[in-house]
């Protein structure tokens, strides 16, 4: 039986945690789903639990649940196939459910799920038309009927003194005669006195009986062998306690299990270590040591050695002669000193050279078909102008003048976008213009800097893409002062939600986006408001400056985010593409949340291209 109480509010938290732990699910609530909060701005997918009955039987009890997995439509322009994804992925996040009660450890093997569980599917439903599955679940506990545990004190049987339910307190016998009820024993006598005791005699009958000076006995009762028979016992536990050791006559080792309180240990000697060759006696003697013979009368090799200078002595060489070397000099050869040697050791090996394979080189950009031949400089050089920009579309602000004027807009509602004189600019190294997107005291309110007008005419497919910003926050986001901040590519001008994008951001509480909050970068791909996010291990710094840069693959199947050149994400899925009607504008801004501080940040340059896979 199962330690853990499951009453109806540990099944409920447990249910909580499990939506808690869904890497799908958003908000988890719990009642009449009347009562549940469905407003629109609310996340989604949403898992709501209603309670629906509890049942009692013979060693179990269950409880029964309806349980709602639903999503909120955003798509008008394909609301049945939004409606059959959403139906999708909310079956899936209920057989996930069923699956983890069953198998998994939510709880264990102390309840059971009544299997077939079944769902039904449904589309519009509810105040705000929502799509997804219902299922009714019912789990199994043991139940033993207990009443040990119930919180009161009742005696249905014990006679009290109220005056008007017939019954009176259970005293001595002169008092038990209470409102028309008499209680007594038999043969029962008001004061028996100490040394009596209430029972029957060896003829069964029932009274008083005086108890024996040596007490309570078998004699006094000769019955009592019959109701407790002992005597068996007590032979059985005396034939024990005849074969138990003396304690007395046991040693210390009996009760210490130590080697040392043995008796008569015996005398271990010293290691014996033979390790001296030259040792004549001791331990440290090898004994048994072999005769090596003695090497007189062996008469070395003599050679004749013919030298010029640097070697001294000159003639031959033999025995008792001593040969001596000179160290090379710029005009002596000898030997190396160890640093002439390392000098010559570190010396780069020879170059070779190949020449250039001109038939691998081209003078053009076409693609020759084969694959091996490589445009060369002169190919680059001579495309005009207008045929180089062809290949590509390309922005770059240095903001040396107007921030508005540089090839896109800024867009505003209570924040601002301006120029920094030199002078100001902190943690200054290379930084030319740089231009200052700043908040203002209003709690909510933001500045944009955009490629258009608000037309997302931008498109992911055809060629690379890459941005680039060079940015250095002011002040960190916090629960007081609360703001968050986007860099790449979005699909509105304003402050809302992007329903197609690829961009980092920072989003200290998670107010947008589908974020959770963090303090470090966060980079996401949105494909029809359908998100694929990631929070980076690379903590947002404030006063310092920061490269953010974003690798589109020309295919648009492969995302890649940097901080300072570090890879923090790669993303391959919910990237919009202009095969599924998904457009995008550059978007870099800040929006306030919470708070009337002034918050913002310093951008040095913002700049992206496509390079294009077919020149136009």
Known sequence: MSTINYTYNVIVDRFRQFAAGHFQLRRFTHGE???????KEAEWPWMHVKPRAINYSPGTRSFQFEIFISDLPRDKEDKTGYQAESI?????????????????????????LTRPVNSEPFVEQYTHTLTGVTGTIELNLDYDWSACSIPASWNYNTPTNTPNDGFGALQFIESLDQNGVFVSLLNDVEAPGNSYYYGTNGSGVKGW???????????????????????????????????????????????????????????????????DWNSVSGVSEILNKPTIPSIAGLVPETRTISTTSPISGGGDLSANRT?????????????????????????????????????????????????????????????????????????????????TLD?????????????????????????????????????????????????????????????????????????????RMIFGFGSVISNSSETNGVFITYDEGGTANGTT????????????????????????????????????????????????????????????????????????????????????????????????????
């Open 33 to 39: 789903i009347s009562q549940a909060d469905l407003e």
């Open 323 to 403: 040969l001596s070397i000179a160290q090379a000099t710029t005009s002596t050869d000898g030997y190396l000193s160890s640093t002439d040697w390392n000098t010559f050791n570190g010396k780069q090996a020879a170059l070779g050279f190949t020449a250039e394979n001109t038939a691998n080189k081209q003078n053009s950009l076409a693609v020759d078909g084969t694959g091996v031949k490589f445009p060369t400089v002169d190919a680059v050089n001579a495309l005009s102008f207008i045929d180089k920009g062809k290949r590509m579309v390309s922005f770059f602000t240095d903001f040396l003048t107007n921030a």
């Open 88 to 112: 999708t992925d909310c079956s899936l996040i209920f057989q996930d459910l069923i699956n983890e009660i069953h198998l998994g450890h939510m709880f264990g093997d102390d309840v059971v």
């Open 517 to 616: 909050a963090s303090a470090n970068w966060q980079c996401l791909t949105v494909d029809n408001s359908v998100r694929t996010l990631t929070t980076s291990a690379t903590a947002v710094t404030a006063s310092a400056w920061n490269k953010l840069r974003i690798e589109i693959n020309a295919a648009g199947t492969s995302v890649t985010f940097y901080v300072n050149g570090v890879s923090i994400a790669t993303h391959t899925t919910n990237i919009p593409l202009a095969s599924n009607s998904r457009y995008f504008l550059m978007k870099t801004g800040v929006a306030k949340t919470i708070g009337t501080a002034t918050r913002g940040f310093y951008c040095d340059y913002i700049g992206y291209e496509n390079i294009l896979t077919t020149a136009r």
């Open 407 to 483: 090839g896109a807009q800024s867009f505003a509602s209570g924040g601002s976008l301006g120029l920094i004189v030199g002078s100001q600019i902190p943690n200054r190294t290379n930084q030319q213009g740089v231009a200052f997107f700043q908040t203002n005291t209003v709690a909510t309110n933001y500045i944009n800097y955009c490629s258009s007008s608000g037309a997302a005419q931008l498109w992911f497919g055809g060629g690379a893409w890459n941005y680039e910003a060079l940015i250095n926050i002011n002040t960190l986001s916090t629960a007081l002062e609360r703001y």
């Open 209 to 275: 009986y005086a108890i024996s000076a040596g007490g309570l006995t078998c004699e006094d009762l000769p019955d009592c062998a019959v109701i407790i028979s002992i005597t068996d016992d007590i032979i059985a536990l005396q034939t024990d306690v005849a074969l138990k050791a003396n304690t007395a006559d046991l040693g210390a080792t009996a009760f210490s299990n130590d080697y040392n309180d043995l008796d008569n240990l015996p005398t271990i000697p010293a290691a014996q270590v033979n390790s």
